[in-house]
Nanobody
Framework: VQLQASGGGLVQAGGSLRLSCAAS????????EGWYRQAPGEQRVWVAK???????IYEDSVKGRFTISRDNNKNTVYLHMNNLKPEDTAVYYC???????WGQGTLVTVSS
């Protein structure tokens, strides 16, 4: 099983990015997936979740700004991030929940 995260970069506050997490060796549609982030000097925290049935849940600070989605045909999970803030700066990781399968992380930097 491999998860390949991509899409990070440098963006100004108020901007948008879309992160991707492409999976191989496992069907994402049969699992629950999540996005986490780890800011410098802080612990990794959960940000968003999508269930196998397509239900989504968000951490309070990103509600209304971030959207998690999944393309079953591409076996890829996305995190659409709008109205980015400097405090969103972190390395973002995808994960198949309740497993030790993690993507390698992609850096998002939001400048003020």
């Amino acid at each position: 099983v491999q998860l390949q995260a991509s899409g990070g970069g440098l963006v100004q506050a108020g901007g948008s990015l879309r992160l991707s997490c492409a999976a191989s060796g496992i069907a994402l549609r049969n699992n629950n997936e999540g996005w986490y982030r780890q800011a410098p000097g802080e612990q990794r925290v959960w940000v968003a979740k999508i269930t196998s049935g397509g239900a989504t849940i968000y951490e309070d600070s990103v509600k209304g700004r971030f959207t998690i989605s999944r393309d079953n045909n591409k076996n890829t999970v996305y995190l659409h991030m709008n109205n980015l803030k400097p405090e969103d700066t972190a390395v973002y990781y995808c994960r198949i929940l309740n497993t030790n399968y993690w993507g390698q992380g992609t850096l998002v930097t939001v400048s003020s």
